[in-house]
């Protein structure tokens, strides 16, 4: 069975601090793993994604995450926060081979200090 | 490329009237989802179609909801009636096996209905 869980529902740091969002997966099958991220009465865009390629992936503005297989986590970095960066995210885990299941996190509201 | 479209993006309805959301997938994507995020939420799906078939609508309120994708291109989710908890942003996206099964978002259509 699959699932994901964000361990934190709402995260505030600073700007120009580090940010991490957390994100545990399971999976039977070799996963596939993506954050979204959504602004204010925005869709969800992506941010970065996993397949089974390099485990350090890199993605739009300045985030990145590492799959972590002994952990079953793929947590979300960035090293100095900005003010754009609030909002929603969202991480997603799917099967490898097929979109026919794929399951949302709960999300984790991300706020900025000035 | 052109993203997901969705229309209309917004609009609001009384409780027992019905509305019709329309989706443009991205151009060769086979795969089609409707979701249903209510504020504060993670999105939820709806219904998954693969070309001109439905592959999961095991969560769609089938009393009131319905979708159909017929030429397996552009999607209609219609409502009738609606109820005041179905206020809700209906997120469309697309995949395709072509793309890693990257699930792309449109920008949402909002319903409220009062």
């Known amino acids: 069975a699959q699932s994901v869980t964000q361990l934190d529902s709402h995260v505030s740091v600073s700007e120009g601090t580090p940010v991490l969002l957390r994100c545990n997966y399971s999976?039977?099958?070799?996963?596939?793993l993506f954050w979204y991220v959504q602004h204010p009465n925005k869709g969800l865009q992506l941010l970065l994604k996993?397949?089974?390629?390099?485990?350090l992936v890199k993605g739009i503005n300045g985030f990145e995450a590492e799959f972590k297989k002994s952990e079953t986590s793929f947590h979300l970095t960035k090293p100095s926060a900005h003010m754009s960066d609030a909002a929603e995210y969202f991480c997603?885990?799917?099967?490898?081979?097929?979109?026919?299941?794929?399951?949302f996190g709960s999300g984790t509201r991300l706020s900025i200090r000035p | 490329e052109a993203g997901v479209a969705q229309s209309p993006r917004y609009k609001i309805i009384e409780k027992r009237q019905s509305v019709a959301f329309w989706c443009n997938p991205i151009s060769g994507h086979a795969t089609l989802y409707w979701y249903q995020q209510i504020l504060g939420q993670g999105p939820k799906l709806l219904i998954q179609?693969?070309?001109?078939?439905?592959?999961?609508d095991s969560q769609l309120p089938k009393d009131r909801f319905s979708a159909e994708r017929l030429k397996g291109v552009d999607s209609t989710l219609k409502i009738q009636p609606a109820k005041l908890e179905d206020s809700a942003v209906y997120l469309c996206a697309s995949s395709s096996i072509h793309s890693g099964n990257t699930i792309y978002f449109g920008e949402g259509s909002w319903l409220t209905v009062v």
């Open positions: 999976s039977s099958y070799s996963p596939s």
């Open positions: 997603v885990v799917t099967l490898y081979s097929s979109a026919s299941k794929i399951i």
């Open positions: 179609f693969q070309n001109n078939g439905v592959v999961d």
């Open positions: 996993y397949t089974s390629a390099a485990t």
